[in-house]
């Protein structure tokens, strides 16, 4: 086995197609193929089922893959620190919740290093698929929150995928809504102000439940409720509609402008107000690369969290 082969693995298994896979790693399809039957000799597995739409891993080939992954990940960290010259492209990617702080870490990360040298992803995207991407690698690092409505389903759920989450700040719930919305003016706003203009809540998928929600109060009953699943659309119904979304009140106006602000929202006792845990997660028992210690510490930056 060698890590030459770990690397075919790995680009079959995120292209899903030997033909695609072979056009990236400039090689021929037959020379793939020869490689990849020769370590599923030598491991004595099969690592794919193989038909005309191209190739999906087995139960064994996707274990086997996490486990290639975090050997190739330690390989690329000793390139990082030792290596010299050559076309090696260090990889780092973060999976978030829709947060303009954690894009905001991002940018400042990315500013640091030759863009020319690393291969740099940040997907905003649905909670599961968060965890899903830490889970299998595709992201180092994944920036989510925990409150008392979900904790328990969500560690759950972070336990069953072997990740573990680290705390970076508490805070309280705030309505997000833009500067000329009706309400901008009031030093916090109730549940009953809100009751006429629509709720905006970020799209969790088909089979989504309450505790992946990104707003608390998910499970109230909405007269108005718009789901979107981007930032900029939310940001343009906020405007257009005067929509709002209840949220961490963090936000960066150097990347979403200076037209919005956040009011605190004033719970009573049938919408009570919520501490948001925000954190990130990662891998049990596994070490950040240097990137990703210098993004968490980006991260506490943008929360304004003393290192």
């Not at 972070?158 to 809504?177: G, K, T, W």
């Not at 608390?216 to 108005?224: H, M, P, R, V």
């Not at 005067?242 to 960066?252: P, V």
């Amino acid at each position: 086995m060698t890590l030459t082969q770990l690397h075919y693995l790995m680009v079959i298994a995120e292209t899903n197609s030997l033909n695609k896979a072979a056009e990236q790693l400039y090689m021929s399809q037959p020379s793939l193929t020869s490689a990849m039957k020769e370590l599923e000799r030598e491991l004595g597995i099969t690592l794919f089922y193989r038909s005309g739409r191209g190739v999906t891993l087995t139960g064994d080939g996707a274990e086997f893959l996490l486990y290639a992954k975090q050997l190739y990940g330690q390989y690329e960290n000793i390139l990082e620190k030792y290596g010299r010259g050559g076309s090696y492209k260090k990889k780092f990617g973060v999976s978030t919740q829709h947060y303009s702080f954690a894009v905001k870490a991002f940018v400042d990360v990315a500013k640091q290093f030759d863009m020319s040298k690393y291969e740099f992803a940040i997907r905003e995207t649905m909670t599961a698929a968060v965890i899903s991407d830490v889970s299998t690698m595709k992201s180092e690092i994944g920036v989510l929150y925990l409150c008392d409505f979900n904790r328990k389903s969500m560690k759950k759920l972070l336990n069953s995928a072997s990740l573990e989450f680290h705390h970076l700040i508490d805070c309280q719930a705030y309505v997000y809504i833009w500067k000329g919305h009706p309400l901008a003016k009031e030093s916090s706003i109730t549940f009953e102000q809100l009751k006429d203009y629509p709720c905006l809540s970020f799209e969790q998928g088909d089979n989504s439940s309450f505790y992946l929600s990104e707003e608390i109060l998910s499970t109230n009953e909405y007269s108005q409720m718009i789901r979107a699943n981007d930032r900029a659309t939310m940001l343009n119904l906020m405007v257009g509609l005067n929509g709002y979304t209840l949220c961490s009140g963090i936000i960066c106006e150097e990347l979403n402008g200076s037209d919005y602000l956040t009011v605190p929202f004033e719970d009573d006792e049938r919408n009570q107000n919520s501490v948001m845990e925000i954190g990130y997660v990662t891998r049990k028992n596994s070490t950040l690369s240097r990137i990703g210690g210098l993004y968490v510490e980006e991260l506490k930056r943008c929360l304004d969290i003393r290192l």
